[in-house]
């Protein structure tokens, strides 16, 4: 067996959060610091290149490739449930979109006793990432790590949408990320010059020179071994070599909600019955591991259009498609620079809701799922998701064998408020396509069909047209019960060198894309790992 020695950190996942904590504990030239990737290097041409998570959902290069469980909510049907297995994890695949959530998120973590977690207290970590292109105020911050910029598209068909939004009193904004994110504007993204910035670009490069930073790839961690009631090592093979770490520090989980509920299983750590069932001799009972799965369901109602130019058209013939490459080429703009969703719209399907409750991803486009031609008629696609779903799912092990997928049940639409925020949200689709900004275009609704009207038709809807939208969270919950997973630093229930550090920590999830709020919790949790290394010296 190789042995990789020994580190005062060694962190598993080189994801969003991976990447930062690899760079702010590495700042420290006291300390070795260790990052594992199951995946390989972001050297993939169409990690860069913002149209390119066409070619990366769904392709082992870089991404696990799994599957869902059939849900009762999708009435019956499995969906592809991507996640990054390369460096970079899902900042190399994601939709770029910058996005924080509302204040009202982060107060309701303190309010559930999280102190700490606060929007105020928060803030400061979201600007210490942030290099935004335009704006240095109370609110936003250039010069770090994470570079923010506009979308270089316009589409006259997404400003007919917005202007047919605030016929219906969803007001314009020019900003999502001030706390409340009502409103309509093109998204924000994290890219540069028409590139993607993802977390390799942001924060593993400027520390890739200090010489107490090491980075594996292809490096998957089968199983934490204790010793003393503590992490003492880690079994993992790297490029098929089976080999051994010593954790002479903290063991920091960063493999996201999918795979740190994994390795804790896998190590013993979780609910018994479930464990045993897998094979797996149980070592610590916690039963909420891998419980509380939360996910944003995005409906995806898809309208046919006239008179207006859409992606459907243009990329139907050769000539359409050289003239959208060279345009890149030229410029890096236009479709090959576009995020998967382009304009969003933050809206309330009831006014009784205190903040937007919905979210549309919308687009000039549609197609019957990702990874699948576009329509062969000219069509836009209004994706629509409730921000707070109320259902809750889980992620757990069948097997010991690290190289099975978990099963991941969202248990979408189990919960009767999600069905109602459901079939609201296919009506406020319907009355914006029906408001006068859009009447020019035509729109005739091709998905989920004119024909479902009632309540229970509408939900049956939903669940033929849901699916994922890439958000799953909270599957080791943070809070201060002791059914929690982890606490308020990030320190998992009942031992001293383990923390979780990644977006299954979320107590609920963020009312919006989770990119950036993952990016937060690693800024905040490396301080929190520095801070307390301090009073122990």
């Known amino acids: 067996m190789r042995d990789l020695g020994a580190w005062d950190y060694v962190i598993v996942g080189a994801g969003t959060a991976g990447c930062v904590l690899a760079n702010r504990l590495s700042e420290d030239p006291d300390v070795r610091v260790l990052l594992l990737e199951a995946g390989k290097r972001d050297n993939y041409l169409w990690v860069h290149i913002p149209v390119g998570y066409l070619y990366c959902i769904g392709n082992p290069r870089v991404d696990w490739g799994f599957k869902t469980a059939p849900d009762d909510g999708l009435n019956g049907r499995s969906l592809v449930y991507p996640r990054g297995k390369v460096l970079g994890g899902c900042s190399s695949i994601n939709g770029m979109i910058y996005m ?25 970590y979201f600007k210490k990432s942030e290099d935004h292109y335009a704006w240095d105020n109370e609110l936003h911050a250039q010069g770090g790590n994470l570079r923010v910029e506009k979308q270089r598209i316009n589409w006259e068909l997404l400003n007919a949408f ?19 994110n009502l409103g309509s504007a093109y998204f924000q993204v994290t890219q540069k010059s028409g590139f993607r910035w993802n977390g390799v670009k942001a924060f593993l490069k400027p520390a890739q020179g200090r010489p107490n930073l090491q980075v594996l790839t292809e490096a998957h961690v089968s199983r934490i071994v204790f010793e003393d009631g503590r992490a003492g090592s880690l079994e993992l093979d790297v490029a098929g070599e089976a080999s051994k770490v010593t954790i002479d520090g903290e063991l920091l989980l960063s493999s996201g909600a999918i795979g740190s509920p994994q390795l804790l299983e896998l190590s013993g750590i979780g609910n018994p019955e479930i464990l045993k ?44 498609k050289a003239k959208i490459g060279l345009e890149y080429l030229l410029k890096r703009s236009g479709p090959m620079a576009m995020a998967p969703s382009q304009l969003g719209v933050f809206a309330k399907t009831d006014p009784s809701f205190e903040t937007a409750n919905v979210q549309y991803h919308v687009q000039p486009l549609s197609l019957p799922k990702f990874g699948e031609p576009l329509h062969p008629f000219p069509a836009m696609t209004a994706s629509v998701c409730n921000l707070r779903p109320e259902s809750r799912g889980h992620v757990h092990i069948t097997s010991p064998n690290k190289s099975d997928q978990p099963e991941i049940l969202p248990k979408y639409l189990s919960a009767e408020a999600d069905k109602r925020v459901a079939a609201d949200a296919i009506r406020l689709t319907r009355r914006i396509m029906a408001a006068p900004a859009m009447k020019p275009y035509q729109p005739e609704e091709f998905l989920p069909g004119p024909d479902y009207t009632s309540e229970e038709e509408l939900v049956t809807a939903a669940g033929n047209i849901g699916t994922t939208i890439f958000h799953p ?30 977006a299954s920590v979320m107590p609920t999830i963020s009312s919006g894309n989770t990119n950036a709020p993952t990016v937060m919790i690693a800024e905040k949790g490396a301080d929190m790992i520095k801070e307390d290394r301090k009073a122990l010296a």
Not at 118 to 124: E, F, Y
């Open 277 to 320: 069932k897998a094979g797996i001799e149980p070592f610590r009972e916690m039963r909420n591991v891998g419980e509380n799965l939360q996910d944003h369901l995005q409906l995806r109602p898809v309208f046919k259009v006239k008179n207006a130019a859409t992606m459907n058209m243009m990329a139907s013939t050769w000539t359409g």
């Open 473 to 502: 969270v909270s599957t080791c919950r943070m809070g201060v019960d002791e059914a929690s997973v982890v606490d308020g630093r990030l320190r998992l229930r009942g031992f001293d060198n383990i923390r979780v550090v990644d």
């Open 100 to 124: 924080r959530g509302q204040a009202r998120d982060y107060n309701h973590w303190r309010q559930l006793g999280l102190t700490g977690w606060g929007w105020d207290d928060v803030l400061p």
């Open 162 to 180: 917005r202007d047919a939004c605030e016929q219906l009193g969803i007001p314009k904004t020019e900003d999502f990320n001030g706390g409340d």
